[in-house]
């Protein structure tokens, strides 16, 4: 988390500044913007690791910017604010800001909110995206890519394949079983095990079409295993 890039969007010149020396300090990397509009251009060619935002600052305010964030991607976001109104809005955290601290602040509770929200989002990151080679597996999307040339490539797939390629890039050369793959990736199915192969052998065709080789090799008499080890 040291190293990251905090994105500070904050009208009131000392405040920025303040967060700003507390933040450098702590080893972060620090950009600023005094307004919504600066914050969303700052947003989108800096692509900083969270973002503190002031609710009440000039051309858009911060839940308008907030909306326009969460519409991207999912930064994670801090919402500053001194306002009743706005507290009440944020409380429940509806409107998809990962935390939110109050006017006076002490400037190194901001600090801790800010670490603790990177330990945490950046857990759940890890924890959901798989990557092994130029294959990329999200699980909380329920997406997956392969990544070359420069080149993003979804492949494309069913449900039950996408379990189980989700199931196998976890522990990409452990020798499955045809039934650990059926009780984890199938369990509401009445499928056979015989279906397991059915699904590996399409894994395994489309990876190849988008020139990905060598996944899924079978292992005689136990089952198969995402890719050999090196």
Same mark, same amino acid.
Request: glycine residues 6%.
């Given at each position: 988390?040291?190293?990251?890039?905090?994105?500070?969007?904050?009208?009131?010149?000392?405040?920025?500044?303040?967060?700003?020396?507390?933040?450098?300090?702590?080893?972060?990397?620090?950009?600023?913007?005094?307004?919504?509009?600066?914050?969303?251009?700052?947003?989108?060619?800096?692509?900083?690791?969270?973002?503190?935002?002031?609710?009440?600052?000039?051309?858009?305010?911060?839940?308008?910017?907030?909306? @326009?964030?969460? +519409? *991207?991607? !999912?930064?994670?976001? =801090?919402?500053?604010?001194? %306002?009743? $109104?706005?507290?009440?809005?944020?409380?429940?955290?509806?409107?998809?800001?990962?935390?939110?601290?109050?006017?006076?602040?002490?400037?190194?509770?901001?600090?801790?909110?800010?670490?603790?929200?990177?330990?945490?989002?950046?857990?759940?990151?890890?924890?959901?995206?798989?990557?092994?080679?130029?294959?990329?597996?999200?699980?909380?999307?329920?997406?997956?890519?392969?990544?070359?040339?420069?080149?993003?490539?979804?492949?494309?797939?069913?449900?039950?394949?996408?379990?189980?390629?989700?199931?196998?890039?976890? @522990?990409?050369? +452990? *020798?499955? !079983?045809?039934?650990? =793959?059926?009780?984890?990736? %199938?369990? $509401?199915?009445?499928?056979?095990?015989?279906?397991?192969?059915?699904?590996?052998?399409?894994?395994?065709?489309?990876?190849?079409?988008?020139?990905?080789?060598?996944?899924?090799?079978?292992?005689?008499?136990?089952?198969?295993?995402?890719?050999?080890?090196?």
């Amino acid at each position: 988390m040291e190293n990251s890039l905090v994105l500070i969007v904050e009208d009131e010149p000392e405040i920025a500044q303040i967060l700003d020396a507390y933040l450098v300090r702590e080893g972060y990397r620090t950009v600023r913007a005094s307004d919504g509009e600066t914050a969303l251009q700052h947003h989108a060619v800096l692509s900083p690791d969270i973002v503190l935002l002031d609710v009440r600052i000039p051309k858009l305010d911060g839940f308008a910017v907030l909306a @326009r964030l969460r +519409h *991207a991607g !999912d930064t994670p976001v =801090i919402m500053v604010t001194a %306002l009743a $109104e706005d507290i009440d809005r944020l409380s429940g955290l509806r409107l998809g800001a990962d935390d939110y601290v109050v006017k006076p602040f002490n400037p190194q509770e901001v600090v801790a909110r800010v670490k603790a929200v990177l330990r945490r989002t950046n857990g759940e990151r890890q924890d959901a995206v798989r990557r092994f080679g130029a294959i990329e597996v999200d699980s909380n999307a329920y997406s997956a890519f392969v990544n070359t040339d420069g080149q993003r490539i979804p492949i494309q797939l069913t449900l039950s394949e996408f379990r189980i390629l989700a199931y196998m890039i976890r @522990r990409p050369t +452990h *020798a499955f !079983d045809r039934a650990d =793959i059926l009780d984890a990736c %199938l369990p $509401e199915s009445a499928a056979l095990m015989r279906t397991v192969d059915t699904h590996i052998s399409n894994l395994r065709r489309k990876l190849e079409e988008l020139g990905q080789t060598g996944f899924f090799p079978a292992i005689r008499g136990v089952g198969y295993r995402f890719a050999d080890p090196k």
